[in-house]
């Protein structure tokens, strides 16, 4: 055992004899490996269906261990669905940790429609295309090369962090944070989530101003099924009990949304910004309830008789309500307005709405430090999204969850996720390392 005298630590405590500070890390080094390595894992394809992450986990596993995190690998589901759970020791481990949450699936692609292949990570004037790039492998390895850098650098974090790469979260989660939150909780559980969510962007939330969005709270997703039933007869001679024409006449008034009391995020995310939202299908959508009308399905025979007035037809409804919604009223709402005995609407599956996480808290001013350090001009906001992310199913189990991409992003750019489109700019990809190095050594 080594001794050290008293003396000696009287003399290094009157000459502030302290720990060295750690080096900067060597930025360049880091940009370019983390370019290599986001092209080595866009090529690994953990599309969903089937959603068989195993490739994609023994991938991340693996550029864990090499830095010294070890990393535990959960086989979930039938098609090898897996996901994967490290930790890096903090300062002060009797705080809960923060969870770094990102997935490992991609939605699946049509090929034919691509400019790039999907799968091949092609660069080109300074981003790179292909599925997963901004959903959300590029944000898990922002998160884990942070993660990394920090772990190379000897600095411990302000408390335990947690990576947390799932499989299925483009389905719902089911083998993958649903069946983590029900089989493992112990492992992930947490004080704080990052997650993906929101950005930041020069145009999307405000025309010429940079706004940093993080997201505090999601809509909830509602999927309905309304089905109107007819007289099945000869296309020849019209009848007014014509299912089809029936539910046209219900999907007009069923759509025909009341117009919603604005969300208090939404409210507060105007008053930081200080102007109007920018307008655009984005901000249009956090703003109110919405409705897509996402399939029609009706005919009878296969191909489809064009001669035969068919006995049902049905369609499908993306309903996307604010927080607070009250799911049940706003069905019974939309069957008043139809107010028609021949047409149902059911649930497809029910919404989950654990309310917006507080952004009063300390992970949240070391994201706005950090945030504001790469990008001193920037507003940062709390903010709703539109669409589902894990996070919901987090904050329903208590853990205060931010969706952070700390990227500026533009509306071809954020908006190319799931499409043919889909591809990430690499300085920006590069800058959020940054940032997130930044959030992990500050205080939280
Ligand atoms: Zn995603």
Request: proline share 7%; hydrophobic share 45%.
């Amino acid at each position: 055992m080594k001794r050290v005298s008293l003396f000696a630590l009287a003399v290094m405590a009157l000459l502030g004899a302290s720990p060295a500070p750690a080096a900067e890390p060597d930025w360049d080094q880091i940009d370019k490996s983390a370019v290599d390595l986001l092209q080595r894992y866009i090529r690994i394809e953990s599309i969903d269906p089937p959603a068989n992450t195993a490739e994609a986990a023994n991938f991340v596993k693996h550029f864990l261990e090499e830095n010294g995190i070890a990393a535990k690998l959960y086989a979930s589901g039938p098609s090898g669905q897996t996901n994967l759970v490290a930790r890096v020791a903090g300062r002060d481990r009797s705080k809960k940790p923060l969870l770094l949450l990102n997935h490992l699936d991609v939605v699946p692609v049509d090929r034919k429609a691509w400019k790039f292949d999907p799968f091949g990570a092609v660069i080109k004037n300074g981003e790179m295309w292909g599925r997963g790039t901004m959903d959300m492998k590029g944000i898990g390895i922002e998160q884990m090369m942070a993660l990394a850098t920090l772990k190379r650098a000897g600095i411990a974090p302000a408390r335990d962090v947690v990576i947390l790469s799932t499989a299925d979260e483009e389905n719902n989660g089911t083998y993958g944070i649903r069946w983590m939150i029900d089989n493992h909780f112990a492992d992930i559980d947490a004080e704080y989530v990052l997650d993906e969510g929101g950005f930041g962007t020069r145009s999307i939330l405000a025309a010429d101003k940079l706004v940093f969005g993080i997201e505090v709270g999601e809509k909830q997703t509602l999927w309905l099924r309304v089905r109107a039933k007819g007289t099945a007869a000869h296309g020849s001679q019209p009848i007014p009990d014509n299912a089809n024409v029936t539910l046209l006449t219900a999907l007009g008034k069923a759509m025909a949304l009341p117009r919603a009391e604005p969300h208090p995020v939404v409210a507060e995310m105007i008053r930081n910004i200080g102007a109007p939202l920018a307008a655009n299908k984005y901000t249009a959508a956090i703003q109110v309830n919405t409705v897509s009308l996402t399939t029609l399905t009706a005919g009878v025979g296969s191909p489809v008789k064009v001669n035969v007035i068919p006995s049902v037809s049905e369609a499908t409804l993306d309903c996307r309500l604010l927080p607070g919604v009250n799911a049940p009223e706003f069905i019974s709402d939309m069957k008043a307005r139809i107010n028609d005995p021949r047409v149902s609407v059911e649930m497809i599956n029910p919404p989950e709405d654990p309310g917006p996480s507080s952004s009063r808290t300390p992970l949240f001013e070391a994201m706005r430090r950090a945030i504001l350090k790469s990008h001193p001009d920037a507003i940062v906001t709390p903010m709703l999204v539109p669409h589902g992310t894990d996070s919901n199913k987090l904050r329903a189990k208590g853990l205060i969850a931010y969706g952070f991409t700390p990227m500026v992003l533009d509306l071809s750019t954020a908006g190319s996720m799931h499409s043919d489109q889909e591809h990430i700019p690499i300085a920006e990809f590069q800058k959020g390392i940054r940032i997130f190095y930044d959030v992990l050594t500050g205080d939280f």
